[in-house]
């Protein structure tokens, strides 16, 4: 079938910028989306790309992807100890599809 | 809004045992479905429902039921709990099955421990 891959943990210190990547592997998905789950919490849409685009920013969140290689990133600038979180890449063609989450620990 | 809730938040049962997981939208969304969540799994899909009184499996359905008698409740059945049933489950709505999923909603989640 097909799967979303991303690593599983990631660690920075305050103020550097964090980079949490995902492949997948439907070339047919429309939109591909980063959500973000707080401890005990469900989840929370953080951003999303159309699968014509290259590049999308959004504040401190830039979305990169490749789609030739089917790679998508998000890059957090000036991460802060409220963004420590599991990060979810997801892809949607009918039904979305989740990565297994990595989560990030941002140390003081 | 109350937007998507469930109910209960937590719930321990024993092997064999049945249950209902609860969950309802008050945005008259069509679209609502269930997913488990299980660590370095991310989230899977179990059942959905495009609207009242049509429900369809997802990637992971056996052990579970649905219904959709109305257009705000899709509660999920669990009709024998098994072990491998420990997981978090969430619900989640949108407007209509075709709409772009960032107008996805999701639930606080449902912690199930099947002992």
């Known amino acids: 079938g097909e799967d979303v891959e991303q690593s599983l943990f990631l660690s920075v210190r305050e103020g550097d910028s964090s980079v949490i990547n995902c492949t997948y592997t439907?070339?047919?998905?429309?939109?591909l989306y980063w959500y973000k789950q707080e401890p005990g919490a469900g989840l929370q849409l953080l951003t999303y790309i159309f699968s014509n685009m290259d590049m999308k920013q959004d504040q401190r969140l830039t979305v990169l992807l490749n789609k030739k290689d089917k790679h998508l990133s998000l890059r957090i600038a000036d991460t802060q100890t409220g963004d420590s979180a599991i990060y979810f890449c997801a892809e949607n063609n009918n039904d979305m599809r989740f990565g297994a989450g990595t989560r990030l620990t941002v140390k003081p | 809004n109350a937007g998507v809730t469930q109910t209960p938040k937590f719930q321990v049962l024993k092997t064999g045992q049945s249950m209902t997981l609860q969950c309802a939208q008050d945005m008259n969304h069509e679209y609502m479905s269930w997913y488990r969540q299980d660590p370095g799994m991310g989230l899977r899909l179990i059942h959905y429902?495009?609207?009242?009184?049509?429900?369809d499996q997802g990637e992971v359905p056996n052990g579970y039921n649905v219904s959709r008698s109305t257009t705000e409740d899709f509660p999920l059945r669990l009709l024998s709990a098994a072990p491998s049933q420990t997981s978090v489950y969430f619900c989640?709505?949108?407007?209509?099955?075709?709409?772009?999923?960032?107008?996805?909603?999701f639930g606080p989640g449902t912690r199930l421990t099947v002992t």
């Open positions: 989640a709505s949108k407007p209509r099955q075709g709409a772009v999923s960032y107008e996805q909603y």
């Open positions: 439907d070339s047919s998905s429309t939109y």
């Open positions: 429902s495009v609207g009242a009184g049509i429900t």
